[in-house]
C-alpha cells in the first residue's frame, strides 16, 4: 500500500527541513492526506479504465463490466471475454488491447506485481510492458500502491506547476529542470510530489 500518513507527513518534515519553503506550502495548505491504493492486478486494471475518461464514465464502465464478466480482480475473467464483448461494456478498441495485454502479462507470470524489482527504475520498465501503461501510470502505481518513497513523477504537469509555485519561481519549470531540483530532496521525492498535487487541489488565496 501507499505512505501511510505518519509516513507520509515524516517525508514532508524532512523535506522542510531540506528546503524551508516546502513549510511554507505546509502552513498555506496544511499536510496533504496519503494516497493508497491497493496493491495488484485490479488497481493496474483500473488505471488503464480510467484513463483519459472523466471518474464517472471509468466507474461506469468498472460497473458494466463487473456485472457483465464477474470477478475482476482475476485476469482470467478478462481473458475469458473478447474484444466485441469489452467494447459493449465501452471500452475503446485502444482499450480493449491494453486490458488484454496486461490480463495476459499478469496471467502468465510475465508481470508479478506482487513481487516487482526493488530497484525503481527495473520495476518501471517491467510494467510500461503493459499496452497502454507508460512511465507516468507506473509511477503512480509504486507510489500510491507499494509507497516507494523517492518516486518522482517529474513529467507530471501539476507536480511542475507546483513544484513552480512552491519554490517562487517565475515560470513553470520544465520536467529537466524539475528533475535537478529535486535531486536534493532523495529520498522524500514521493512526499514532493503528494505535496504538489496537494497544493495544487487546494485554494490558497
Known amino acids: ?13 524532512a523535506l522542510i527541513a531540506i528546503e524551508p519553503r516546502f513549510g511554507d ?30 471518474v464517472k464514465a471509468a466507474a461506469s ?5 463487473e456485472a457483465g464478466l464477474g470477478d475482476l480482480t482475476k485476469p482470467t475473467t478478462v481473458l475469458g471475454s473478447n474484444e466485441e464483448e469489452l467494447r459493449s461494456f465501452g471500452l475503446s478498441r485502444q482499450k480493449q488491447g491494453y486490458v488484454l495485454s496486461l490480463a495476459r502479462l499478469v496471467e502468465d507470470g510475465d508481470l508479478d506485481l506482487h513481487n516487482l524489482p526493488g530497484d525503481d527504475e527495473e520495476a518501471i520498465a517491467l510494467m510500461t510492458k503493459v499496452k497502454g501503461i507508460g512511465r507516468w501510470s507506473a509511477e503512480i502505481y509504486l507510489l500510491f500502491a507499494e509507497g516507494r518513497a523517492d518516486i518522482w513523477p517529474a513529467g507530471d504537469l501539476a507536480v511542475q ?12 519549470p520544465s520536467e529537466k529542470l524539475v528533475r535537478q531540483l529535486a535531486e536534493a530532496w532523495r529520498p522524500h521525492r514521493g512526499a514532493a510530489a503528494i505535496m504538489a498535487w496537494h497544493h495544487y487541489n487546494t485554494d490558497t488565496i
Open 61 to 65: 464502465i468498472w460497473n458494466k463490466l
Open 25 to 54: 506550502a505546509v502552513g498555506r495548505v496544511g499536510y496533504p492526506e496519503p494516497r493508497i491504493r491497493s496493491r495488484g492486478y485490479e488497481t493496474l486494471l483500473r488505471t488503464i479504465i480510467g484513463q483519459q475518461v472523466s
Open 1 to 13: 500500500m501507499g505512505l501511510t500518513a505518519d509516513q507520509l507527513k515524516a517525508s514532508v518534515d
Open 161 to 172: 506547476i507546483e513544484i513552480g509555485r512552491i519554490l517562487g519561481l517565475n515560470e513553470r
